[in-house]
């Protein structure tokens, strides 16, 4: 009976011993998965360090991640007059008042969250339909239209930035909020990964709906839809990551409005001339401008996941 019992443990402690066998392959692979996340991750941990720290520590690149926390004298205040006791302040607050004091930053995320908003909910508006019908419809030139999505997803922005602000120009449309809107109104990325999420959905589904007396559209928007939702939800975090931290495009269109600076734009209020750069409080901004990206994509990462995995079954 111990033998019996020897034996039959004798295969399982093999088989935990193997499920434990040291690979060079995946090891290399892990070790460079390893090493690109702290490449990702150090611009992050310097953004967070130096908003935490006195610009005597920032410049001498001293006082480790936190910093000292040492009040110091803040050389502004003392310009303006005010007692040198009155002007000794801790770094971290400092920072965090500053950035919310020299720019109108809730203003500015106020006009990111109204343009990145505004600019998915067309996109989705216009992706849906258009991918429903190249995934699911059958018509002359189907595969010609796709073909002309694709060649889209090659040409960048930068390539086209003039002609948009010049037909923008022209209709008197800078300085306002559709000029930052109505450029990126219609998402080939879009209409590309939920068309290659229409491809998984069965066709008697919508064959069904179609018995049942429901239009087109109908079937678009009660039937697709909710189907959907995983991939809306990972074309969401590309559409508002891009949108929400572009600088490129409001640079150009937005010239002499300061209350519709997106909070990239922002930023530029840190920009010192004379004075120099006002690092702590820039990146203080920076910190808080990310924050909610990353809060948004750590609650809705299972979602963006799957959106991204059912996205490329066919």
């Avoid at 310009?79 to 302040?89: E, F, I, N, S, T």
């Avoid at 589904?205 to 049942?212: E, G, N, V, W, Y």
């Avoid at 750069?277 to 203080?284: E, Q, R, Y």
Wanted: hydrophobic share 55%; proline share 5%; charged share 15%.
């Amino acid at each position: 009976m111990t033998d019996m019992t020897l034996s039959s443990s004798a295969p399982s402690s093999t088989a935990r011993a193997d499920g434990y066998r040291f690979s060079v392959g995946e090891t290399l692979k892990h070790a460079v998965l390893i090493l690109g996340a702290l490449v990702v991750l150090l611009p992050f941990y310097v953004m967070v360090s130096y908003s935490l720290k006195s610009p005597a520590e920032i410049m001498q690149n001293t006082g480790g991640f936190f910093g000292a926390q040492e009040a110091f004298r803040d050389e502004y205040c003392v310009k303006l007059g005010k007692d040198v006791a009155d002007c000794m302040v801790t770094p971290v607050i400092y920072n965090y008042t500053t950035a919310f004091q020299k720019a109108p930053l809730l203003r500015y995320l106020l006009n990111g969250v109204i343009v990145t908003a505004s600019i998915f909910f067309i996109q989705v508006l216009v992706a849906l339909p258009c991918a429903y019908a190249l995934a699911k419809l059958r018509f002359w030139g189907r595969e010609a239209v796709f073909g002309l999505v694709l060649f889209c997803l090659l040409i960048p922005v930068h390539a086209i930035a003039l002609p948009l602000y010049i037909m923008l120009a022209k209709l008197g449309l800078t300085n306002t909020y559709a000029a930052l809107v109505i450029p990126w109104s219609i998402s080939v990325f879009g209409i590309f990964l939920m068309r290659q999420f229409f491809m998984t959905v069965p066709d008697d589904l919508i064959d069904a709906a179609r018995m049942d007396g429901m239009s087109e559209f109908s079937i678009i928007w009660n039937v697709m839809l909710p189907t959907a939702v995983p991939a809306l939800l990972a074309f969401a975090i590309f559409s508002v990551v891009a949108h929400w931290n572009d600088y490129f495009w409001p640079r150009i269109v937005i010239t002499g409005d300061r209350s519709l600076f997106t909070p990239p734009l922002g930023l530029r209020e840190f920009k010192g001339d004379a004075d120099g750069d006002n690092f702590g409080p820039m990146m203080a901004t920076a910190t808080i401008i990310v924050a909610p990206l990353i809060v948004a994509f750590l609650i809705a990462q299972r979602r963006f996941i799957e959106g991204i995995t059912l996205s490329g079954m066919k």
